[in-house]
C-alpha cells in the first residue's frame, strides 16, 4: 500500500494519528500547568496553532514540533511512542507515526519511548522530498541507513550521494540536511544516541 494513498482508510488513519499527537501534546501542557498561550510563544507558534494541533485539527511540520517539544522541555518520541507496560516492547501495530502530508514524509518510531541512549526511526520519503535547509539537533551521533532507493545527504558542507545499503555516521550538532532523489521511494533508518526526538 502507498504511503500517501488517498483512500478513505488512509485518511481516516492519519486522522486518528493527529488526534492522537494532540491528546498527548495537550496531556503533557496540562500536566505542567502552562497555557497555550505560553507554550505558542516559546515554540514561536500562535495559541491558535497549538490549539488547532491539540484538537487534531492540523499536523506540524517536523521542525515545529521539534520547537513545540523543546517548549514543553520533552522528547518528541514522548508524544508520539505507545509501548508495552515494560517499556521495553514496541509493536509493529502500536509504533508511534508521524506523516507530513505536505512534504510526503513519514516517520516511524521503533524504540519505545523509555529508551534514553537509543533511537531508530524509520522513514519513507517520496522523489523530491527531504529537509533542504541545513539543521541541527542535540544527539551526540547519528547512523543514516538507506534500506531502499537513495539519498542525498549534506552534512557540514560535505555531500554524499546514498544507494541502498550504504551507511553514513554524521555529527547530528552540525548543520546538516537531506533529500531523496528519486524517482522512487526512500526508505531510511535513523539511528540516534542519545534520542534527541
Known amino acids: 500500500m502507498p504511503v500517501f494513498d488517498d483512500t478513505e482508510d488512509e485518511k481516516t488513519r492519519q486522522k486518528t494519528e493527529r488526534a492522537e499527537l494532540g491528546r498527548r501534546l495537550r496531556a503533557v501542557r496540562i500536566q505542567q500547568g502552562r497555557s497555550l498561550r505560553d507554550v505558542g510563544d516559546a515554540a514561536g507558534v500562535s495559541e491558535s496553532f497549538i490549539s488547532q494541533v491539540e484538537r487534531g485539527l492540523t499536523s506540524p511540520s517536523v521542525i515545529t514540533l521539534r520547537r513545540i517539544a523543546n517548549a514543553l522541555n520533552v522528547h518528541i518520541i514522548e508524544l508520539f511512542a505507545a509501548e508495552d507496560g ?13 506523516q507530513d502530508p505536505k512534504l510526503h514524509w513519514s516517520d516511524e518510531f521503533l524504540t519505545p519511548r523509555s529508551a534514553r541512549r537509543l533511537q531508530v526511526n524509520l522513514s519513507r520519503l517520496q522523489a523530491g522530498q527531504g ?10 551521533e547519528e547512523c543514516i541507513i538507506v534500506l531502499e532507493g537513495k539519498l542525498d545527504v549534506t552534512s557540514n558542507g560535505a555531500s554524499y550521494v546514498l544507494d541502498e545499503g550504504d551507511a553514513l555516521l554524521i555529527n547530528p550538532r552540525l548543520p546538516h540536511s537531506f533529500m531523496n532523489p528519486g524517482p522512487d521511494e526512500t526508505r531510511v533508518l535513523w539511528v540516534m544516541t542519545p534520542p534527541s526526538w
Open 86 to 98: 515494560a517499556g521495553q516492547l514496541v509493536r509493529a501495530k502500536d509504533r508511534g507515526r508521524y
Open 131 to 140: 529537509i533542504a535547509e541545513a539543521y541541527t539537533h542535540e544527539s551526540d
